[in-house]
């Protein structure tokens, strides 16, 4: 319940409100400082950078393979895979040549300073041991005129052995210390060749019939008499060595003759 009062009552209540004051009463009076700005214990700054691109993370529509590129590449997988098709095939082995392929191939591998050329020269070739057993078993009609050079390369071996001014003689006696006298078995390859070339250019001539026996000693020494020396024109072998590798290798271009 509110009770409304008067002005008077009012009055009369404020005078009794307000203190007296002495006058030696000292008040304490607050002065205000300024406030400064509090700064933090701890504070850091961490730089950090914004990148901004104006480019799209799509790769835009024309850089996509188109269909003609696509058909360009497949043109170029094409020719390179015919290509490596073409080249197996050149590199497969032949097991058989014609005359005229072995004559061209012969003449690929034959360098400019080649002793004699195709035609030049009647060369065989005999894998049997010695000149003697070579004119035993040599067929009737090869004994006929014009007579025939036997050549033994083991004589041609031991001609370089024994000649001091020789620039294979140091070679040729270290291998014969170590072999004995097999050592014309054991020689280097090329180097049989190397010596029989050098006898043949000093003492065959054009148009001789020649047999050289116990020759070849290998596919390769064979190889390489025709394209250093010569083309052979015939190879003597004898029946027991019809299975070996030197008697197939002339066989591909009916060059022997069994005996």
Do not use: W
Not at 1 to 9: A, E, S, V, W
Not at 81 to 94: E, G, I, T
Not at 250 to 257: A, I
């Amino acid at each position: 319940m509110l009770r409304i009062l008067g002005k008077g009552t009012v009055n009369r209540l404020c005078k009794k409100a307000v203190p007296t004051r002495n006058v030696n009463t000292i008040i304490p009076s607050v002065v205000a400082l300024p406030l400064r700005k509090q700064t933090p214990v701890c504070q850091f700054s961490i730089p950090s950078k914004r990148y901004s691109s104006s480019k799209s993370n799509k790769a835009p529509a024309d850089e996509l393979p188109s269909f003609k590129k696509l058909i360009m590449i497949g043109l170029v997988g094409t020719a390179v895979f015919v290509l490596a098709v073409r080249s197996l095939d050149q590199n497969k082995p032949k097991t058989s040549y014609s005359e005229e392929e072995y004559q061209q191939v012969v003449n690929g591998l034959k360098r400019k300073i080649a002793i004699f050329q195709p035609g030049e020269i009647d060369m065989q070739l005999t894998t049997l041991p010695d000149i003697k057993s070579a004119k035993n078993k040599l067929p009737k009609a090869d004994g006929d005129i014009p007579p025939i050079h036997f050549i033994d390369p083991k004589n041609i071996v031991d001609i370089h052995k024994n000649d001091s001014n020789d620039k294979y003689r140091v070679l040729l006696e270290n291998i014969h210390k170590i072999y004995g006298n097999d050592y014309y078995y054991n020689l280097p390859e090329g180097l049989l060749v190397a010596l029989m070339l050098q006898y043949i250019r000093d003492n065959v001539k054009p148009n001789e019939k020649v047999v050289i026996v116990d020759f070849p000693k290998s596919i390769k020494d064979a190889s390489n008499f025709e394209s250093e020396i010569a083309v052979v024109s015939k190879v003597i072998i004898p029946k027991d060595q019809s299975e070996t590798d030197i008697c197939k290798y002339f066989e591909t271009v009916d060059k022997v003759t069994l005996v």
